[in-house]
């Protein structure tokens, strides 16, 4: 049904019947049945395609997934930490992307209460019922700071209704500096 004499490539195959047309269809390096011309992936089977999207296997980075990589990271789906952010972008360096981050700022994998919030961003980090001891916010504005450390020496060695007695013994001693400094920087509940 075609003209056996038409062949434009060149290749010997007239053009009714080319594989490959602009290029010779007896090229096939790889072995695929597709002409090196025409070749998808070079130096693989064009014909396989797992995930059936269009990319053959060989030259697929992402041979599982179709979509490969839905949200643009380089990283394939089946891997993706954070499917829909970008995984490479890790601006507190915890290993955890930004997307997905808990506790921006800090290290996620930090837990040492094991409630689920990382130390950085918990009010109370050795606490894993959050309701830490805020014994030391002398001033009541909410943490302990240089504000209450500065109320306690001011009131050091006072006796009988310091605002430093934060054990509540009567007097503004060691034991309630110490007390204090335990709870130095903590913002509470």
């Known amino acids: 049904g075609f003209d056996d004499s038409a062949d434009s490539d060149g290749d010997g195959v007239p053009d009714g019947c080319d594989i490959c047309a602009g290029g ?3 090229l096939d ?3 695929d049945g597709v002409p090196d011309f025409c070749d998808v992936c070079p130096g693989g089977d064009d014909n396989l395609d797992a995930d059936g999207d ?3 296997d060989f030259c697929d980075p992402c041979p599982i997934d179709n979509p490969d990589d839905s949200d643009g990271d380089g990283v394939c789906d089946s891997a993706d930490v954070c499917p829909g952010f970008d ?3 890790d601006s507190d360096g915890d290993g ?6 808990i506790c921006p700022g800090g290290d996620d994998n930090l837990d040492s209460d094991n409630d689920g919030t990382p130390d950085f961003c918990d009010p109370c980090p050795t606490d894993p019922n959050d309701a830490c001891n805020c ?3 002398v001033d009541g504005d909410g943490d302990v700071d240089l504000t209450d450390l500065a109320l306690l020496l001011s009131d050091f060695d006072c006796t ?3 605002a430093g007695d934060v054990d509540g013994d009567g007097d503004v001693d060691l034991t309630d500096l110490a007390i204090l400094l335990s709870n130095f920087d ?4």
């Open 160 to 162: 009988g209704g310091c």
């Open 186 to 189: 903590q913002i509470c509940p």
């Open 24 to 26: 010779d269809d007896n």
């Open 96 to 101: 955890v992307p930004d997307g997905c981050d």
């Open 135 to 137: 014994t030391g916010d």
């Open 87 to 89: 995984d490479n972008v």
């Open 54 to 56: 269009g990319v053959p």
């Open 29 to 31: 390096t790889d072995g």
